[in-house]
Nanobody
């Protein structure tokens, strides 16, 4: 059983920064893709960023140039550095993993492990 635990969310003013972390002991960071998703009230969940087993990354257009996804295989930790935050970034952010896909993808249909979420609020 894979458990993903996010941390690092909070409230910040527009233009500020936050770094989200996702710890997943036992997850094969070097084998499978991982991603960050978010869901705002009344909106569908969207893929924000993903990183493949080879380190290739993919970003939603709305966050390109502001967010950076990275991982530390040795620490079994996934990160999302969020800079220049905007009010429209306000959402619950979820870390997700997959046991079926190695290459980078933000298609949530491929993800079968999900964290409990961490709230990000930008005012």
């Amino acid at each position: 059983h894979v458990q993903l635990v996010e941390s690092g969310g909070g409230s910040v003013q527009a233009g500020g920064s936050l770094r989200l972390s996702c710890a997943a002991p036992g997850y094969r960071y070097d084998t499978y893709c991982m991603g960050w998703f978010r869901q705002a009230p009344g909106k569908e969940r969207e893929g924000v960023a993903a990183i493949g087993s080879d380190g290739m990354t993919s970003y939603a257009e709305s966050v390109k140039g502001r967010f950076t996804i990275s991982k530390d295989n040795a620490k079994n930790t996934l990160y999302l550095q969020m800079n220049s935050l905007k009010p429209e970034d306000t959402a619950m952010y979820y870390c997700a993993g997959t046991s079926v896909v190695a290459q980078v993808t933000r298609n949530q249909l491929y993800y079968n492990y999900w964290g409990q979420g961490t709230q990000v609020t930008v005012s």
